[in-house]
């Protein structure tokens, strides 16, 4: 039973729960306290280090023949409540609330403890995405089978059969429950019941179907936290809590330092998803005109002797073509290039540090044959004055 009462020392409003002592002609009542206190003094050592969504236990004393177990007053609105005086919530608003009171139950869980009342009606929101859990299941225990929990107008449809039927006391009963109600907070309806699912075959309704705007991830939470067998749901709350959890954006990885500077400077061509390069990052175009004006002057004078020496068409095509060749062996770097002259080797480093080898045989060969012409013209000018 519990009752409402103001601690006198503290000043402060409390919450009681006792055994029904109505039933206290039951062959198993001594059994039943027994396990009333045992919890008490289990919920009292979980309050020497408050969980800020576990209510808290106070005191826990014996009146003449009555246990007493003293409880912190929670303020505020239960779940109950707000669904029925604004229908269902936003997954926004309630899965942070849910989360909470899940990490409350697995805390319980780790001490040996399992609530088995984890409603609506038990879970108290005090503000915005702040919970609190009350109203441990401990003295329900206390009441014969005929009038457990599964006869309570609030605890009916969050319950799981093997609860209501053989009073287990395993994890996956909270884990029922607290899914049980998650389907109720963002429904705005009660779920089928577990006993009508196990003996008349009824179908669950999936949550997503009377609230489409929920996600596909919370749906799975719902129905999974709900499987009809024990067996079937997640084995722990942290494992259903994982499965409600919203998976976080994986960071890209790491830049090596060499992938660094192919940014910077990119040998390839960007492909049309890429960020465009920007001008100032481009990589100066660089023209070795000393080098240039060598190889410009060996080939002047090369034009300028086969002048002079009246040589025929034949070998100024032979020149032009070697020429060509030498320009074109240092461009794709052929082994015979060994035998280009050093002006032009020299030339051919320069260049392709910024250009292609088509650039930089374009411009070999350019400047070899300007060359050559820049002889014989040189021998036409100086034969013309004399």
């Not at 705007?213 to 719902?222: C, E, F, M, P, T």
Request: proline share 7%.
């Amino acid at each position: 039973m519990t009752y409402k009462a103001l601690h006198v020392e503290l000043n402060q409003k409390v919450v009681i729960k006792t055994p029904n002592e109505y039933l206290s002609l039951d062959p198993e009542y001594d059994k039943y306290v027994e396990r009333f206190i045992q919890e008490g003094r289990t919920l009292a050592r979980l309050s020497q280090d408050p969980h800020p969504h576990i209510v808290g236990v106070i005191d826990l004393f014996k009146e003449g023949a009555i246990h007493c177990l003293v409880m912190d007053f929670v303020p505020g609105e239960n779940l109950f409540e707000t669904v029925r005086r604004r229908g269902g919530l936003t997954e926004a608003e309630i899965v942070p609330c849910i989360r909470q009171i899940g990490e409350a139950l697995a805390v319980v869980h780790q001490a040996g403890l399992v609530h088995r009342d984890a409603h609506p009606g038990n879970i108290m929101l005090r503000s915005i995405n702040k919970a609190v859990l009350i109203d441990f299941g401990i003295a329900k225990e206390l009441v014969p089978k005929t009038l457990s929990s599964k006869d309570i107008a609030g605890n009916k449809g969050f319950a799981p059969y093997e609860q209501m039927s053989s009073g287990s006391r395993e994890p996956m009963v909270d884990i029922y429950c607290l899914a049980a109600t998650l389907y109720y907070a963002v429904t705005g309806q009660r779920p089928t019941t577990s006993l009508a699912r196990k003996l008349e075959n009824t179908s669950l309704t999936p949550p997503k179907q009377i609230n489409p705007s929920i996600s596909d991830r919370l749906n799975q939470a719902i129905i999974e936290g709900m499987a009809l067998e024990a067996k079937d749901r997640p084995q722990s709350m942290q494992v259903w809590l994982a499965i409600l959890e919203e998976p976080k954006a994986t960071p890209p990885p790491p830049v090596d330092r060499v992938y660094r500077k192919e940014v910077v400077r990119p040998k390839a061509k960007l492909n049309s998803e890429a960020i465009p390069e920007k001008p100032a990052t481009k990589s100066p175009k660089i023209i070795p005109w000393g080098w240039l004006a060598v190889v410009l002057l060996s080939y002047l004078l090369i034009g300028y002797l086969l002048a002079a020496s009246n040589a025929s068409y034949i070998a100024w095509a032979v020149a032009w073509a070697v020429a060509v060749a030498v320009a074109w062996a240092w461009a794709v770097a052929v082994p015979w290039a060994v035998a280009v002259p050093w002006a032009v080797a020299g030339a051919g480093d320069k260049l392709q540090e910024s250009f292609s080898k088509v650039h930089t045989f374009l411009i070999l060969a350019s400047t070899s044959s300007l060359g050559l012409g820049l002889g014989w013209l040189g021998h036409r000018i100086f034969n013309t004055g004399s």
